[in-house]
């Protein structure tokens, strides 16, 4: 368990935000951080991918490259 200290207006939102969806403030606020860091992780990967495309470390193809090698490795 956690404890933080939020400014007045951010907890008068999220207060409010609960209320509104009916769910208690501790799970808005879960909801809400857990979204935060999958968001938090997406992005660092897409950076990631998109540093070793720069790079030339990986390669982007079209959807017709795509299909054409799937289609060649059908026979």
Request: include cysteine; aromatic fraction near 2%.
């Amino acid at each position: 368990m956690m404890t933080i200290q939020l400014n007045d207006e951010l907890g008068k939102a999220i207060k409010n935000m609960a209320e509104s969806e009916h769910k208690p403030v501790e799970q808005v606020v879960n909801d809400a951080l857990i979204e935060f860091l999958e968001d938090y992780h997406d992005t660092r990967t897409a950076l990631a991918v998109m540093s070793r495309i720069e790079s030339g470390e990986e390669a982007v193809l079209t959807l017709d490259e795509v299909e054409c090698n799937l289609n060649a490795m059908d026979g």
